[in-house]
């Protein structure tokens, strides 16, 4: 009997503590994400106050920034994707927002004071956890972003 007790309270405490754990696991994630999305605006600001631009942007100044995003362990909840310059799949790109989506969510995003513009015709999207080195560099029309060594 008292085993059988034992093993009910103990299901019954899961039951309550899972949604809580889950709540954290998303928290930290997002601060993760947020964090290095912040890291990566104040380089994007310094780069477009403090530099000049050159007739060739591959030779001129650049900053490089590490996004760390989440894959789900027992602290992460997984990030879908990281897109830079846009949200994947909108009918107009806006190249000042950065976005992200969390486990399946809604996805969230940040508004930057300039725009990112990357190789391609819409934002740069980084899926699947992992650290991604970034290269920062000056553009034309803002800030060149693009995976570092690619």
């Known amino acids: 009997m008292r085993v059988v007790l034992a093993v009910a309270v103990t299901l019954a405490?899961?039951?309550?503590?899972?949604?809580?754990?889950?709540?954290?696991?998303?928290?930290?994630?997002d601060r993760?994400?947020?964090?290095?999305l912040t890291t990566l605006e104040r380089a994007g600001t310094v780069l477009l106050d403090r530099e000049d631009r050159t007739p060739e942007p591959?030779?001129?100044?650049?900053?490089?920034?590490?996004?760390?995003?989440?894959?789900?362990?027992?602290t992460t909840a997984r990030v879908d994707w990281v897109a830079l310059g846009g949200r994947p799949g909108a009918a107009t790109p806006d190249?000042?927002?950065v976005a992200y989506a969390l486990a399946g969510g809604e996805p969230r995003t940040?508004?930057?004071?300039?725009?990112?513009?990357?190789d391609g015709d819409g934002p740069l999207v980084l899926e699947g956890g992992g650290r991604y080195e970034l290269r920062l560099s000056l553009a034309?029309?803002?800030?060149?972003?693009?995976?570092?060594g690619v």
């Not at 405490?13 to 994630?29: G, T």
């Not at 760390?68 to 027992?74: I, K």
């Not at 940040?110 to 990357?118: A, D, S, W």
């Open 13 to 29: 405490l899961f039951a309550v503590a899972a949604p809580a754990a889950a709540e954290a696991r998303e928290y930290r994630s």
């Open 32 to 36: 993760v994400v947020a964090a290095d």
């Open 58 to 74: 591959a030779t001129g100044a650049r900053r490089f920034v590490t996004l760390r995003v989440p894959g789900e362990s027992w």
């Open 95 to 97: 190249p000042n927002v």
């Open 110 to 118: 940040i508004e930057l004071p300039f725009p990112l513009r990357t």
């Open 140 to 148: 034309p029309n803002g800030v060149h972003v693009r995976r570092a």
